[in-house]
């Protein structure tokens, strides 16, 4: 297994069980004697309030990683991600149930501090670490581990129903305990990124961990050294890059508002409307819809370096709405459908875009500012969604159907790919226009402005950046 495989497995430990598992901890019969029986808007916002803190932390997250590394950030957002779990596990102890009911949400928004700072982290170190012809597969490893933890989550629930008293909805807790704790350790021995290293003007350290070969096109990306985060995102809007990091934020928007932990966090109730009544079926089938992620993230292992971003974004989101308008009619069958389709294609390729059509010295600012976006997206679904579903069960399908629909017609519209792109040599493509294009008719990527070799301070001339650019690829 190359190195860098072994370094981003690690790194995507962090945080995997939460989603499969927490749906499911408040449909279990032993969490209403602690909680109280919760109403659907309280429901939505003890679901979401992991989600509300790294919409805020995640605008400082990008500059929290450029400052004390890649794996530095992913090992402090682990530890105060398991700080806020371990609340949580110790919720209910001794206590009325208005306390235990405060106490767990303010465990949930510690959590979802840590995971504002890890995750952003997680998805650059990716990036970084791999080579340009595998980033889609170590798009997918991550996109794995995520899979891999909803799976446990679910069966580990499903597991735990028969357990009487209370550790029947801690023993999730207690295992994100343990795994926060087993990676805040762990990643601190993993290399850099040499990018970071060459960053932050670490040049001898970065020709030792990787790709020297790469240093040359490197330099100009990271020349200027560090700047405030404020400054980043105001770069990031600059002229050459205001439109692909708009493009950023819409992927990540589109990505949480097309439904997808609208399903996840809630399976076990739409598993029961679907006609599974009892509570051991429909913790079972979300289960199974565990499985069926972890499944077909490994088939689209394949697709994501093969099809390239562009096309299977645009054909992954056309099954996606299709299956989520019918959903009404065959709940089940098309869940599993909506699931197979974001696995294979959403779920991996849209960070991956995020991160590499970026230059080096807004990649982090970027990342982080979309997850901001996602975040907040995915609160709005997880917060709305069981009030949608007691109001009226058929909604949400034809919503986020509508969502899926507007993304595909965008990204047919102004989508660039960037498969295969050099993930430095991004940073000097200030043109990676998006421009209008037809899949299968247009396979250009704009070439560089002469306003771009400016604003990164080069005297070069068009022709010789273009024979530079030439070489290094």
Same mark, same amino acid.
């Given at each position: 297994?190359?190195?860098?495989?072994?370094?981003?497995?690690?790194?995507?430990?962090?945080?995997?069980?939460?989603?499969?598992?927490?749906?499911?901890? %408040?449909?279990?019969?032993?969490?209403?004697?602690?909680?109280?029986?919760?109403?659907? %808007?309280?429901?939505?916002?003890?679901?979401?309030?992991?989600?509300?803190?790294?919409?805020?932390?995640?605008?400082?997250?990008?500059?929290?990683?450029?400052?004390?590394?890649?794996?530095?950030?992913?090992?402090?957002?682990?530890?105060?991600?398991?700080?806020? =779990?371990?609340?949580?596990?110790?919720?209910?102890?001794? !206590?009325?149930?208005?306390?235990?009911?405060?106490?767990?949400?303010?465990?949930?928004?510690?959590?979802?501090?840590?995971?504002?700072?890890?995750?952003?982290?997680?998805?650059?170190?990716?990036?970084?670490?791999?080579?340009?012809?595998?980033?889609?597969?170590?798009?997918?490893?991550?996109?794995?581990?995520?899979?891999?933890?909803? !799976?446990?989550?679910?069966?580990?629930?499903?597991?735990?129903?028969?357990?009487?008293?209370?550790?029947?909805? $801690?023993?999730?807790?207690?295992?994100?305990?343990?795994?926060?704790?087993?990676?805040?350790?762990?990643?601190?021995?993993?290399?850099?990124?040499?990018?970071?290293?060459?960053?932050?003007?670490?040049?001898?350290?970065?020709?030792?961990?990787?790709?020297?070969?790469?240093?040359?096109?490197?330099? *100009?990306?990271?020349?200027?050294?560090?700047?405030?985060?404020?400054?980043?995102?105001?770069?990031?809007?600059?002229?050459?890059?205001?439109?692909?990091?708009?493009?950023?934020?819409?992927?990540?928007?589109?990505?949480?508002?097309?439904?997808?932990?609208?399903?996840?966090?809630?399976?076990?109730?739409?598993?029961?409307?679907?006609?599974?009544?009892?509570?051991?079926?429909?913790?079972?089938?979300?289960?199974?819809?565990?499985?069926?992620?972890?499944?077909?993230?490994?088939?689209?292992?394949?697709?994501?370096?093969?099809?390239?971003?562009?096309?299977?974004?645009?054909?992954?989101?056309?099954?996606?709405?299709?299956?989520?308008?019918?959903?009404?009619?065959?709940?089940?069958?098309?869940?599993?459908?909506?699931?197979?389709?974001?696995?294979?294609?959403?779920?991996?390729?849209?960070?991956?875009?995020?991160?590499?059509?970026?230059?080096?010295?807004?990649?982090?600012?970027?990342?982080?500012?979309?997850?901001?976006?996602?975040?907040?997206?995915?609160?709005?679904?997880?917060?709305?969604?069981?009030?949608?579903?007691?109001?009226?069960?058929?909604?949400?399908?034809?919503?986020?159907?509508?969502? %899926?629909?507007?993304?595909?017609?965008?990204?047919?519209?102004?989508?660039?790919?960037?498969?295969? !792109?050099?993930?430095?040599?991004?940073?000097?493509?200030?043109?990676?226009?998006?421009?209008?294009?037809?899949?299968? *008719? =247009?396979?250009?990527?704009?070439?560089?402005?002469?306003? %771009?070799?400016?604003?990164?301070?080069?005297?070069?001339?068009?022709?010789? $950046?273009?024979?530079?650019?030439?070489?290094?690829?």
């Amino acid at each position: 297994m190359p190195p860098y495989v072994r370094c981003v497995c690690f790194a995507s430990l962090a945080g995997i069980f939460d989603t499969g598992s927490i749906g499911p901890i %408040t449909e279990m019969d032993d969490f209403a004697p602690t909680f109280g029986k919760l109403s659907a %808007t309280v429901q939505g916002l003890f679901v979401s309030a992991i989600l509300i803190p790294p919409a805020i932390i995640s605008f400082g997250s990008g500059s929290i990683a450029d400052r004390i590394s890649r794996t530095h950030a992913i090992s402090l957002g682990c530890a105060v991600y398991g700080t806020g =779990s371990l609340i949580c596990l110790l919720a209910g102890i001794k !206590m009325s149930q208005a306390s235990a009911l405060a106490m767990v949400f303010v465990g949930r928004c510690i959590s979802g501090a840590g995971e504002g700072i890890f995750l952003s982290a997680v998805t650059v170190y990716g990036i970084e670490v791999a080579p340009q012809d595998q980033r889609g597969r170590v798009g997918c490893i991550m996109q794995l581990f995520i899979c891999i933890g909803i !799976m446990v989550g679910y069966f580990v629930c499903y597991g735990s129903l028969n357990i009487d008293g209370s550790l029947s909805w $801690r023993l999730p807790w207690i295992l994100q305990c343990l795994t926060c704790l087993v990676t805040a350790v762990g990643v601190r021995f993993l290399p850099h990124s040499p990018r970071w290293l060459l960053h932050v003007g670490r040049r001898a350290e970065a020709e030792e961990e990787q790709m020297a070969q790469e240093l040359a096109a490197q330099e *100009l990306a990271a020349r200027g050294g560090w700047r405030h985060h404020v400054d980043q995102f105001k770069q990031a809007f600059a002229p050459g890059l205001r439109g692909r990091t708009s493009m950023a934020l819409f992927m990540l928007a589109v990505q949480q508002l097309g439904g997808i932990d609208g399903i996840l966090y809630y399976s076990p109730v739409l598993f029961e409307q679907a006609g599974l009544s009892s509570q051991s079926a429909s913790f079972l089938a979300s289960g199974v819809t565990g499985i069926v992620n972890v499944v077909f993230t490994l088939v689209g292992q394949s697709i994501s370096d093969r099809w390239g971003r562009r096309t299977a974004l645009i054909w992954g989101g056309t099954v996606m709405a299709t299956a989520t308008t019918a959903g009404n009619h065959a709940v089940i069958a098309f869940i599993f459908i909506y699931f197979i389709a974001f696995v294979t294609t959403w779920a991996i390729l849209m960070r991956i875009w995020v991160s590499e059509a970026q230059p080096v010295q807004t990649r982090a600012s970027v990342s982080s500012l979309a997850l901001t976006t996602n975040w907040g997206c995915n609160w709005i679904v997880a917060f709305t969604t069981p009030m949608f579903l007691e109001a009226y069960p058929n909604g949400p399908y034809f919503l986020w159907a509508a969502c %899926t629909w507007v993304s595909v017609g965008v990204f047919v519209l102004w989508l660039p790919e960037t498969k295969g !792109m050099n993930v430095d040599m991004a940073g000097q493509q200030g043109g990676l226009k998006l421009e209008v294009s037809i899949p299968g *008719l =247009s396979k250009r990527i704009a070439q560089p402005q002469a306003s %771009t070799a400016a604003a990164l301070g080069t005297k070069e001339g068009e022709g010789q $950046r273009a024979e530079k650019q030439q070489a290094a690829v």
